[in-house]
Every structure is written in C-alpha cells, then in structure tokens.
C-alpha cells in the first residue's frame, strides 16, 4: 500500500534553509576542534625535539671519504695554498641492527633507537693523475679520512678505525667541511707503493626517527634489520630487497656510483653526497593525533547526515523537531571528538575511538526520545549513529582506500535518501497525486 505525504513547500523550504544555517554555524566548533589537535600535536612534536636533541634526532652517515691534501699554487706572499681531493671508496658495506624504544615525557611520547653498525670498504690508492694532479704536489703523510655523522651525540662507542689490520687514530670534529658538515676525522698516511686499503669499523649510534646512509662507494650494500615492523623505506633509494612482518623488517639496498649524480673523486668544495641519501624512518603504530585529525574531516559529513535522517523523520512521521534540538545534536557530534582526543592521550586509539562514540551514540539515543517520543524511533536514531561511527572507523583504518568507501558510503546514503523520499508530494498537488494513486490502484 503506497502512502500519500502532504507537505507544505514553504514549511520545507524554511526547516531546510534553518538546517542549512545551523550546519554553517557548526563550522565554527569544528574548526576550533581542529585547532585544538593542531596544538597537541605541536606540543608532542616540542616535546619530541626536546628529547632528540638530548638523544639525537635523525641520523645520517656519510662516508668514510678519503681526503688527501694537494700544494697547489702560492699567494701574493709567496704562502703555499693547500687544496684537498677526496675520494670515494670503491665498495661501501653496511650490516646494522636496530633497536627501537619508547621514551615518554608528561602526556607525550617519542620513539628513539641504539643502532649497531658494522661498516667496512676499500679504498684505491688514490688516481690523483685524473685529477691533474702531479706527483710533487700530493701530501701522503697527511692523508685523513672523514666520517660524517650528524649527531655526534648520538656515538656510543670509542671508534676504532682499522685500515689492513691496523688501528688508526679517531679525532673528533672534520678538518675540512666541503663535503660533511659534522663528523669524526681518522689520521690516515698512505703509502704510494700499496694499492689497496681496507679498512673497517664499528658504530653505536643513538639517534631518533630515522637513520639514514650515503651510498658513497662504487658498490654499495647496506643490510639493515630491526624488531620494529611499523616503518617506511625513505630516501633516493628503495631497498633491492625488504621484509617486513609481525617479527620486524629486513632491508637491503644494493647502490652502485652510476644511480646517484657525482662522481668518486674531485678537487674543491662538493656537497652533493647529502642527495644521494637513503634509510629507513621507525614510527608509532598508530598516530593519535594523525588519527584524530583525519576523523575531523568527517565531522560536517556526520552532522549532515544526522539532520538528514532528523528531517527525514520530520517528514515521514511528522513529529516537528525544533532548530535548537537540532543544534544541541550537532554539539554533541561535535563534543565526540574532543572526547577521542582527551581519551587517546591516555588509552589506545581504538579504545578511546570505542568509549567516545559509545558514549555520545548513548548520549544522543536518549535525547533522542524527547524528540521523537517513541523509544523505537530513538533505538533506530541509535543503530543508525552506532552504523555511522563503525562506518568511519573502517574509513580511518583503511588510508588508501578512504576515497573510494568514503564515495561509495555518500553514494549509498544518496541512494537511501532518494528511495525513502521518493513518494513525498512536494508540491502538495492532491488532485494530481490521487490520480496518480488511482491509476495504480487500476494497475493492480
């Protein structure tokens, strides 16, 4: 049996321009939620570079590059100008393990790391001849090596630096910053008659967030594995080969000179090893605020669906809501999210995520009684907030996919608002609308 609404267009047109306000006015809260989170957020990144720069923040190693002094040409006093050429090692290998913890100051918490790394190469003697170099001009006995490490707070062992079986002295601080700006430097005299030095070393470093490498050798290798699964492979440079699990990951990168834009040796200033740099950045599972932040987003959508299913019951069942019912809800909706930021800050996001929406799902449920005056209306207001926050959370957990089911819910909702109306007489023509029900009557 079909059923016949009469509804007065201006009675329509007046609650719709009302609910139109009161979602604009709306805007206002939800921004200033918004905010809120912002500045949350920006108290835990202060906090986070607090305690870096204690620990150490992001960590990149570069070199060891090969650093031999050249007398060059003299000054108008007759000084003699000392230049420098560096060299890259023809292979680069990297084995590290990374350990990850947590460090937490007031409400807020930071992920910090100890690294262990094994790292060794090989150097040619330096072919000082391509770089126009001649034999009288190049300094052997000075020859010193260059490690760059960005936190020097951050090394946790003495260093040693074995060159073919021998330890080399380690100082502190770099003699020459063309091409690192902090590190270590390694006194290392060559000797013209050996070909080939290798040399080896092991680094703790501490450091935060990230860790990353220059691939400086010809051959590259960097092996790096660690506990904590929730990561992503940053930088220039993908890994050739990665695992990633319940257990932890597992990356390896196989980097030769031909994929990054310098070259192995040159004479001056040079900075470009920082663009070759890649790594691995640790993160926490979930990110509350990231989290929050994102539920905001759909703060106008909840709101506009609640007054959509408000007026659809306005309409169908013809129980008038008034506009301050309507914004005491929309308050409500937004009060949710206030909740999920205050509570995630002490318990887990997808428990914080349960309490504030149980709780406002309850909270507007038995208002909604006062509205509708029917416990069965309201129990259904209840089912149909306790959808829409199930809905959003699946949202929330499935990033790259938000897009597509956050089209697919609106067109589904479009599609249910559209059936529900599709009988309303929104022009209220009775004649027209009891000829319409005659015709299927005959029809029947």
Known sequence: MKTKFDIGVNMIFVKVIVVTVLIAVMLLPINLVRSLVEEREGNQKAVQDEISQKWSGIQTISGPVLVLPVLSETDKNQNVITNYAYFLPDSFNVEGNIKTEERSRTLFKTLLYQSNLHVSGTFSLPDYA????????????KAFVLIGITYL???KNKIVFNVNGKPQIVQPGIKNNSC???GVTVET???PA???YDFNFELALNGSEGLYFNPVGKEST?????SWNTVSFDGNFLPTERTVNKDGFDAKWDIFDYNRNYVQMWVGDNDVLKSSALGVDMKFPVDKYQMTMRSVKYAIMFIVFTFVVFFLVELLSRKRIHPVQYLLVSSGLVIFYVLLLAISEHLSFGLSYLISSSATTILISLYSITMFRSTKQAGMMGLFLAGLYTYLYIVLQLENLSLLFGAIGLFIALAIVMFVLRRVNWYNDDNKSDQIADEDSNHN
Not at 130 to 141: G, R, S, T
Not at 222 to 226: A, E, Q, V
């Open 130 to 141: 391509k770089l126009n170099i001649k034999p009288e001009q190049v300094m052997w006995d």
């Open 153 to 155: 707070q951050g090394i």
């Open 180 to 182: 690192v700006s902090s």
């Open 189 to 191: 005299p060559l000797d």
């Open 194 to 196: 050996i070909n080939s």
């Open 222 to 226: 960097i092996h790096l594995k660690s």
